[in-house]
């Protein structure tokens, strides 16, 4: 489990391609000071694992589900990531609760300068907007941001100046696509309150607010 407050930007070394996966190699440090081998980092919002690593650099397999879903397949040496490693009890949470799976990908559509902020709006699928609320949370690439305007079609948030400067989100340009994930919450709720195809369907009662009105209720 993330928060979605990135530690540090990391820098791509390499990128393997294979027939279906990926293993990347990613240059940081922060996050490397307390990792061990197997340990889940976030890059760009989906949770990896370090399958190797030294004081300087993470390598972390790709697997093909993870490269249909992401944007990390499209990375190249050079290329800036955004980093945190998984939360520990008793940290603050700062954030919002982020599992780095990520939901689908968006493209950056505007970016606009409002004084001190930077809004950004993103495409998305009608299928992932869904979640997506005014006022509600969402991770970008990893980054925990507050939902500005949302429609079926797109949605914007709003970057303060050391948000921009510390993630990727201040360096990319129009056009340019980012993972999104999506607030965990709404996908729970909505599964709670969906009706199983294999259960008979309910009875009515047949208690209605006429009755309860009649009934002094």
């Known amino acids: 489990m993330f928060t979605g407050l990135v530690e540090e930007l990391g820098k791509v070394k390499t990128i393997e391609k294979g027939a279906k996966s990926v293993r990347i190699t990613i240059a940081a440090k922060k996050v490397l000071e307390d990792v061990k081998l197997g340990d889940s980092i976030a890059v760009n919002g989906t949770c990896l694992t370090a399958v190797d690593f030294d004081s300087t650099y993470f390598t972390a397999d790709v697997m093909p589900e993870t490269v249909n879903k992401t944007v990390l397949a499209h990375l190249r ?28 990908v968006g493209k950056i559509i505007a970016k606009d300068q409002n004084d001190i902020a930077i809004i950004v709006k993103i495409s998305v699928t009608p299928e992932t907007s869904r979640y997506i609320i005014k006022k509600g949370s969402i991770a970008i690439d990893g980054i925990s941001l ?69 009934h002094g209720f």
């Open 77 to 104: 040496p050079g290329d800036l990531v955004n980093l945190e490693r998984t939360l520990r009890l008793g940290d603050r949470f700062g954030g919002h609760m982020v599992s780095g799976h990520v939901d689908s």
């Open 146 to 214: 507050t939902v500005v305007e949302a429609t079926d079609t797109w949605f914007s948030v709003s970057l303060i100046p050391h948000t921009a400067k510390m993630t990727t989100l201040g360096y990319k340009r129009v056009g340019d696509s980012v993972n999104l994930e999506t607030d965990i919450i709404g996908k729970y709720v909505e599964k709670l309150l969906m009706p199983k195809s294999s259960e008979p369907t309910p009875q009515k009662s047949g208690i209605t607010m006429d009755f309860l009105a009649q």
